[in-house]
């Protein structure tokens, strides 16, 4: 069996936590692969962009729950500002 790479954004690398949420749901990685890497980037940037602990997990938990659901972009963040 060959190891899945996870896609990135377009600036900003998958960090290691939100590759294990995503690995941890075969839907949400199925998703993560599906959209474009500027909406990849939008919620790496948006997951990294928490200020405490809690926060990024709680944002981490969001973003693996919001792909299941079918949802393609973080809600109410006006994107990533490093693009």
């Known amino acids: 069996m060959t190891k899945k790479e996870i896609a990135d954004g377009v600036v900003h690398t998958t960090p290691i ?11 949400a990685l199925e998703a993560w692969a599906d959209i474009t890497p500027l909406a990849r980037n939008d919620w790496i940037c948006w997951v ?8 990024r997990e709680r944002r981490i938990e969001r973003t693996r729950d ?18």
């Open 48 to 55: 990294e962009g928490a200020k405490k602990a809690e926060t």
């Open 17 to 27: 936590d939100l590759q294990k949420a995503l690995k941890a749901s075969p839907v």
């Open 66 to 83: 919001d792909l299941m659901a079918g949802k393609r972009r973080p809600c109410c963040f006006p994107g990533c500002n490093h693009r």
